[in-house]
């Protein structure tokens, strides 16, 4: 066959466990191929719709027809170069007829039979094994009647996802039960096994199609780490901390068990015959394929990865076993809801993460307003209603539905809270030391991080996954209950409200019966006392009685007093406002694209390498160096002033990510690891608890919410663009230029820049007494 290229692609099966992570990696794969075409049966089409929706979206043509039909799958293969078949056991028997009908058509010139699995004739026993019949008729069929059509078998090995879960009442065959911290091995736990993940099938796959001259006529041995029993126990060990107990079993004890069920007719059997050879070496090959594909080490799942622990994801969603009752109250007429876990697709995983900000979003746009308008106490007591009602509903939801309600009510909360929270800390706190008081923002986002990283580490499992979700209802209440007792804040009060004397009231109970608030109090009044309403009636009413007497008074115009609130758009036209609405829509835009999210995503493959743990583990490592670095740098704004910091926290960023860049290039893992590290501690000193407390210093108070409400809008929108946009920069940098780590030259620019505008844009704050003397703006009394 002349120089080929597979380009218009037909999956068989790829709806199924292992069909859809091929399709999945086809589609995903780059360059792209001109078409992907899947064949699935009108139910699959049914049940399935969500799923194939996303993938039509995203590229695929989806034909729905009958397997057993010839008329179905002819027309299937109009135009069709290369055939995938990803068929289960139950469709081995239908491959015959569709490796014929390809041989009569027109246009297929190479098929990818269904080998995901065992070689099948990996040795002079493997003819007799009972679950290989099928596939050795297949194989038997190429050879005799294949002329024109090139055959490839991709031969995976077992799926270590399935070969790692012990199977209720086969755990003689071998497998782990994390849930009580069980070891079931064969022999002495020592015989090595070759294992792919499953999502690595549909890399292998994907390989294999961009090497079509090496790979006709080949049965291909990939794999992605061959392991014995004792080293995923250890792993298993290691992640938990603690030791499980082992079952071992005799080799002859499986045979004799083995030949029971064949001898029942229990179509278990084939799983622990499957189980046996795999204990007898049977996916030990002399050497396997991956280099020859092009597929390095690094670019497949290794044993830390494929055996993680403790993913709220994969229990929350099915993908582990859970064994609770179905509620059908909160289940919204769903039948395979259950108080354990909740089925759904990818699709819908990401449409409940999704909401989540999309809540956010608009909670910020709200607070901000609503602050102004009716203070902070009762918009705080508000949070927390939304933290309760979202949390309870987290906690017994049963569908995607009603958990889609949950995490949008709770993130209104959130994004409410990331405006109202600094705030009001920003106003109550002494003068002296906002910088330190306002970085308890970043420290208490840092603390709700590593306190769920570590509920899910250790809850990860069964029903306790609901706990983790129960906890936000016992800290709603617990919040609801403190702000009962929290003052208004005292410069709200005043400022807004125009009631001094309760403001005096609230400000002194704050500090303490015996510290003097004469300062803090006139700052209210611009230097009388008085409340800015109060001043300017009593300046209006004078200007009335006479036409001099404003020679030698403060005219409101002219007095820099607070005006009325200002509203969402208002703050925009004000042009007394509008700079700082520019300040802080760049700092937060800032925060999010000097990479901080891109560091993180990334830190846990760069750390891998070093150290000897889990990813779950690392993630709490790095939250906890985040915390320990914003909590050891809080005082530095109040001693180094605002700008300042955050000018040290960018360029220091930058040079993190100009270094990172050089050490991903040049392979040096120990200077991306301090990379990464340098990285989370620069921001914890500027970029990460600055931000939040800038509005409160940059405009008055009757704008100080709507400002507020404008940085954490820019700041979800940002964080959104760096959380979609990052891997798909990446991947197209990393394939365009080659190698990895291009696109943290991209963040090392965005600091250059971003540096620039906080130099230009962004005023010191530290030591001023009201936005008037930090954008320099002199009162006149002329």
């Known amino acids: 066959m002349a120089s080929f290229t597979a380009s218009k692609i037909l999956i068989f099966g790829g709806t199924g466990t292992i069909g859809r992570y091929i399709t999945k990696a086809l589609l995903g794969a780059k360059p792209a191929f001109q078409q992907l075409v899947l064949f699935t049966s009108p139910n699959s089409a049914k049940v399935k719709a969500e799923q194939l929706n996303k993938w039509k979206s995203e590229g695929l043509l989806v034909i729905v027809g009958d397997l057993t039909s010839e008329d179905d799958v002819k027309a299937a293969y109009a135009g069709v170069d290369t055939v995938i078949s990803a068929v289960g056991r139950g469709g081995l028997q239908h491959q015959t007829t569709l490796l014929r009908l390809a041989e009569a058509s027109d246009s297929v010139k190479w098929f990818l039979p269904s080998e995901f699995g065992t070689d099948i004739e990996h040795n002079n026993k493997s003819p007799n094994e009972p679950p290989h019949q099928l596939k050795l008729q297949v194989r038997k069929y ?23 879960d ?172 259950s108080d354990d876990c909740i089925p759904m697709t990818p699709a819908s995983f990401a449409a409940i993460s999704a909401v989540f900000t999309v809540g956010g979003l608009i909670g910020a746009l709200a607070a901000g307003p609503f602050t102004s308008r009716r203070g902070r106490r009762l918009p705080m007591q508000a949070t927390a209603v939304f933290y309760l009602v979202g949390s309870a509903i987290e906690t017994f ?23 109202i929270v600094p705030l009001y800390i920003s106003e109550v706190a002494p003068p002296t030391k906002r910088g330190f008081f306002g970085a308890f923002t970043q420290i208490s986002i840092n603390v709700g991080i590593l306190f769920t990283q570590t509920l899910g580490y250790f809850m990860s499992h069964d029903s306790a996954w609901r706990l983790i979700f129960g906890t936000g209802v016992i800290i709603a209440l617990a919040q609801g209950l403190g702000l009962l007792i929290v003052p208004e804040s005292p410069s709200w009060t005043a400022n807004v409200k125009g009631d001094v004397t309760r403001a005096r009231q609230a400000l002194q109970r704050i500090r303490g019966k015996h510290t003097n608030i004469v300062e803090e109090v006139e700052a209210w009044g611009a230097g009388d006392g008085r409340p800015p309403g109060e001043r300017e009636r009593l300046l209006a009413g004078e200007a009335n009685e006479s036409a001099d007497a404003g020679a030698g008074l403060l005219t409101p115009s002219d007095s820099g007093s607070p005006k009325a609130h200002l509203g969402f758009v208002q703050v925009v036209r004000d042009p007394l406002c509008r700079p700082a609405i520019v300040a802080v829509v760049g700092i937060m835009f800032a925060q999010q694209l000097c990479g901080i999210n891109s560091i993180i995503m990334y830190s846990v493959s760069l750390l891998k390498d070093l150290l000897p743990t889990s990813s779950a583990v690392l993630t709490i490592i790095i939250s906890v160096i985040n915390l320990g670095t914003t909590i050891a740098a809080s005082p530095l704004p109040d001693r180094l002033g605002r700008k300042t910091c955050i000018l040290a926290s960018i360029i220091g960023q930058g040079s993190s990510s100009l270094a990172l860049a050089l050490a991903i290039r040049f392979d040096l893992k120990i200077m991306s690891a301090i990379a990464v590290l340098l990285f989370v501690a620069f921001f914890a000193i500027g970029l990460g608890p600055v931000p939040f407390i800038m509005a409160s210093e940059l405009v008055g108070p009757e704008a100080v919410g709507a400002t507020q409400s404008w940085a954490l809008g820019a700041n979800y929108i940002a964080t959104f663009l760096v959380a979609y946009l990052f891997p798909i920069v990446n991947e197209a940098l990393n394939r365009a230029l080659g190698g990895a780590g291009w696109v943290y030259f991209i963040f090392a620019g965005f600091a250059l820049l971003w540096a620039a505008f906080v ?15 930090v954008w320099g703006r002199t009162r006149r009394t002329d």
């Open 142 to 164: 190429i050879r005799e009647n294949l002329k024109r059509v090139k055959v490839t078998y991709v031969v995976t090995g077992p799926y270590f996802d399935m070969w790692v």
């Open 166 to 337: 012990a199977a209720p009442d086969l755990e003689v065959a071998g497998g782990f039960v994390s849930a009580k911290k069980k070891a079931y091995v064969i022999e002495d736990g020592n015989g090595k096994v070759g294992f792919c993940t499953m999502p690595d099938v549909g890399k292998f796959v994907a390989a294999t199609l961009r090497s079509p001259e090496a790979s006709f006529g080949k049965a291909l041995k990939v794999q992605s780490f061959v392991v014995t029993p004792n080293e995923v126990l250890a792993e298993y060990e290691r992640q938990t901390g603690s030791t499980w107990e082992v079952t071992k079993t005799p080799l002859d004890d499986i045979r004799a068990f083995e030949a029971k069920l064949w001898e029942e007719g229990n179509p278990r059997a084939t799983l622990v015959t499957l189980r046996r050879i795999w204990a007898e070496g049977g996916t030990l090959y002399a050497q396997n394929d991956n280099s020859m594909l092009g597929v390095k080490p690094e670019d497949s799942d290794s044993l830390e990865v494929a055996a993680e622990l403790n993913a709220p994801q994969d229990v929350i969603t099915c993908q582990r076993k859970s064994v609770s009752t179905i509620k059908k109250v909160m289940s919204l007429g769903s039948e395979t809801g």
């Open 759 to 773: 130099t230009r844009n962004v005023p010191e704050t530290r030591g001023k007494r009201d936005a008037d003397e």
């Open 397 to 419: 939801a049963s569908s995607v539905p009603v958990m889609i309600v949950a995490r949008f009510l709770t993130g209104i909360g959130a994004g409410a809270s990331t405006v």
